[in-house]
């Protein structure tokens, strides 16, 4: 069974500080990882995709992997208001023959960047 | 087009009707996925196509549910009968090949009544 977990919040940052968001996931394999972001009445845009251990970093974003505690992270520095949505994390797992069947995702942890 | 385009943006059904929604994929993009999103909830997965294959239809909730995609590139979502519980958010995305990456559509949102 494909599981994706977030706690799904709010989550309450004050503006300029570091908002954490977790995500765990079942399943050991081969997967990749991806955070989506999606404003209120919107669809999901993509923000970070990370494959393998360790962070990745891009401008105030950072995805941090952990494949061994089935762990996936996103940082956000430098909170500001606009940040100020749901985020999604979602899972890829690779079929042993190389295929990919689509996205699982989590429901989502609401986001509130407070000025 | 540039982006995934979906009609309609609403549709309001009573209970009973059947109603059809309609996805336009990025240019090129051989993959094609349906998804429901409930109210505060993540999207669920409802089916994927490989051009004019559909090789994933595990996500249809109920043989109400049926989506075709005879030429590869537009989909359309069927949904017979609709019930309340069927309303929500349903999202088309495209993808290239390796499924890494996926753009979504607007989406349509349907309210049955």
């Known amino acids: 069974q494909k599981e994706v977990e977030q706690n799904s919040g709010p989550l309450s940052v004050p503006e300029g500080a570091i908002a954490s968001l977790n995500c765990t996931y079942s399943?050991?394999?081969?997967?990749?990882f991806f955070w989506y972001r999606q404003y209120s009445g919107k669809s999901p845009e993509l923000i970070m995709s990370?494959?393998?251990?360790g962070d990745k970093e891009d401008g105030r974003f950072t995805a941090q992997l952990n494949k061994a505690s089935q762990y996936v992270s996103l940082l956000i520095r430098d909170s500001q208001p606009s940040d100020s949505a749901t985020y999604l994390c979602a899972v890829n797992w690779w079929y042993s023959g190389g295929g990919a069947d689509g996205l699982t995702f989590g429901k989502g942890t609401h986001l509130i960047i407070q000025p | 087009g540039a982006g995934v385009s979906q009609s309609p943006r609403y549709k309001v059904a009573k209970r009973g009707q059947d109603v059809a929604l309609r996805c336009d994929p990025i240019?090129?993009?051989?993959?094609l996925f349906w998804y429901q999103q409930a109210l505060g909830q993540g999207p669920e997965f409802l089916t994927y196509?490989?051009?004019?294959?559909?090789?994933?239809k595990s996500g249809l909730p109920s043989d109400r549910f049926f989506a075709e995609r005879p030429e590869g590139s537009v989909s359309t979502l069927k949904i017979q009968r609709t019930q309340q519980e069927d309303s929500a958010v349903y999202l088309c995305a495209s993808s290239p090949p390796d499924h890494e990456k996926l753009f979504f559509g607007s989406g349509t949102q349907l309210s049955v009544l």
């Open positions: 990370i494959y393998s251990n």
């Open positions: 240019s090129g993009h051989v993959s």
């Open positions: 196509f490989q051009n004019e294959a559909q090789l994933d």
């Open positions: 399943d050991r394999g081969s997967q990749s």
